[in-house]
């Protein structure tokens, strides 16, 4: 029987993961390869390695299942980890459901947010191979600020583009940044000539993140003992993030729970894959899990990838300098709305993650971001823990679950990634309670002309053969 008096459960510092889980050997088709649009071939490790660290390309094609965490790595991590597994005690009490909540709250770290996981990582081994210098991208500023953290413990230099946009909502995070040591540009900016060509069309260009990595690149690709720094989508980034998942098993076991459903939100989907990959793993690897559980990703109605977005191949980025990638997406070209989830207005996703969506393993749900913050106000009056914007959205597909195993009378068990802290995000809320945010669906006649615009540009993208049998 569950331990019902438990309101948090910390594991001790020997907890914390030895290894990482790598989802590629137990995918349930091979991963479609990146492909050079130059050569239409797949891509080569060894053409990566002007852009990325020699081991994480390593990591990122492996098919070794478990890789093991360096033990430098191991000592940042516990600065903050293992961190805590919460019972939603009070929410539940307030929506008067038979659920059990739970929630994995990463905003314990010093950014406030779950990137750290990876960003430590990143830092770790560019510094071994002798890199002086990292360029990244931000939306929110979640990870800007986090390899500015991970950059500065290991003795790096660290240059930040945060989308423009987000850079005015969120100047703290601006702040956060250069406290440790980073220099941060808006994007588009004037320091790259894919950022020129277009702030001097519009110096109040809201930025996108696929413009913002594009000029992260470029910078990365153009300097001396320079490398760039991915915040999500790609796999070894991923596969950092299954610390979170990992510790929540263990967390979940010393209670005798184990999940119905596993929620997250998905920007480009590290938080959600972090949480979701290890009990995967239990569920259709090892098959050693007690149920069959349910993995929920949620996403924002104004940067629907999931929910309305096409599976297809597609530049991760809108200058076109990255490999083709296979991932749902609204066009590289997108440009989202100004909404307040800085974080999940991607125009694609993770391709492991979108190979699961597309052969079914995972379910989405798009919410706008009025219902998005009334869920997100419950949630800090009852657990009073204000959450970023990016978790609300899965707190509102929470929230809605509990209410309904209220009228079905199950006791669900339901664990979702509570992978921020929302206090760099006040503005979000005194906007929402003043009345000024606005519900928002992205256009569907929007996607249809930048998928076109894509396929006009590359036709023979569906003549690829990696995409057919799935």
Same mark, same amino acid.
């Given at each position: ?47 990566? @390695? ?35 597994? =919460?019972?939603?005690?009070? !929410? ?74 987000? =850079? ?30 277009? *702030? ?33 989508? $790609? ?21 005798? @729970? ?22 995967? *793993? ?5 098959? #050693?899990?007690?149920?069959? %559980? ?10 629907? %990838? ?6 297809? *191949? ?40 979108? $190979? ?10 798009? =919410? ?25 959205? %899965?707190? #509102? ?8 195993? #209220?009228? %079905? ?5 339901? $664990? ?50 990696? !995409?057919?049998?799935?």
């Amino acid at each position: 029987m569950p331990n019902n008096n438990v309101n948090k459960v910390v594991l001790d510092e020997d907890g914390i993961p030895k290894e990482w889980y790598n989802i590629l050997p137990d995918l349930p088709v091979p991963l479609p390869p990146p492909i050079n649009p130059a050569t239409r071939e797949p891509v080569k490790p060894q053409d990566l @390695e002007r852009v990325f660290a020699k081991e994480l390309i390593r990591q990122e094609v492996s098919q070794e299942r478990w890789i093991p965490i360096p033990e430098e790595v191991r000592e940042v991590y516990r600065i903050w980890r293992p961190t805590p597994l =919460y019972r939603a005690r009070r !929410l539940e009490q307030y929506l008067k459901t038979p659920a059990r909540i739970y929630y994995k709250f990463e905003g314990v770290s010093p950014p406030g947010s779950h990137k750290p996981n990876t960003a430590v990582a990143q830092a770790y081994y560019n510094m071994k191979e002798g890199i002086e210098r990292l360029t990244t991208e931000t939306g929110a500023g979640q990870w800007g600020s986090s390899l500015a953290f991970a950059t500065m413990l290991f003795g790096l230099k660290c240059t930040v583009y945060m989308v423009r946009a987000s =850079y005015n909502q969120k100047p703290y995070r601006a702040i956060l940044m250069r406290s440790w040591g980073a220099e941060i540009y808006p994007s588009p900016s004037d320091k790259t000539n894919f950022g020129r060509s277009l *702030y001097q069309k519009d110096p109040n260009h809201p930025g996108s993140l696929g413009i913002a990595i594009s000029e992260a690149l470029e910078d990365a690709v153009t300097h001396d003992n320079t490398r760039y720094s991915l915040g999500s989508v $790609l796999n070894h980034v991923l596969m950092h993030q299954t610390v979170q998942g990992l510790e929540a098993k263990r967390q979940l076991e010393m209670l005798d @729970e184990y999940p119905d459903i596993v929620a997250g939100c998905v920007g480009g989907g590290s938080s959600f894959s972090g949480l979701f990959w290890p009990f995967y *793993y239990d569920v259709y690897v090892s098959k #050693k899990a007690p149920k069959k %559980t349910k993995f929920v990703a949620t996403e924002p109605t104004a940067c629907p %990838t999931m929910t309305k977005g096409i599976y297809t *191949y597609d530049f991760g980025d809108t200058a076109k300098m990255t490999p083709l990638l296979p991932m749902y997406t609204l066009g590289s070209d997108f440009i989202p709305a100004p909404i307040h989830a800085g974080g999940l207005r991607y125009h694609g996703d993770a391709p492991t993650l979108c $190979l699961l969506l597309k052969k079914g393993y995972i379910e989405p749900h798009a =919410y706008n971001q009025v219902e998005v913050f009334q869920a997100a106000t419950i949630f800090a009056r009852t657990e009073g823990i204000i959450p970023a914007p990016e978790p609300s959205h %899965t707190i #509102k597909y929470v929230i809605d679950e509990a209410r309904r195993c #209220k009228q %079905t009378g199950e006791e669900k068990v339901i $664990l979702f990634n509570l992978c921020g802290h929302g206090y760099f995000d006040l503005q979000a809320y005194l906007d929402f309670f003043e009345g000024k945010l606005q519900p928002f669906d992205y256009p569907e006649e929007a996607i249809r002309r930048s998928i076109e615009r894509l396929k006009s540009e590359l036709p023979w993208i569906d003549q690829l053969p990696y !995409l057919k049998n799935l």
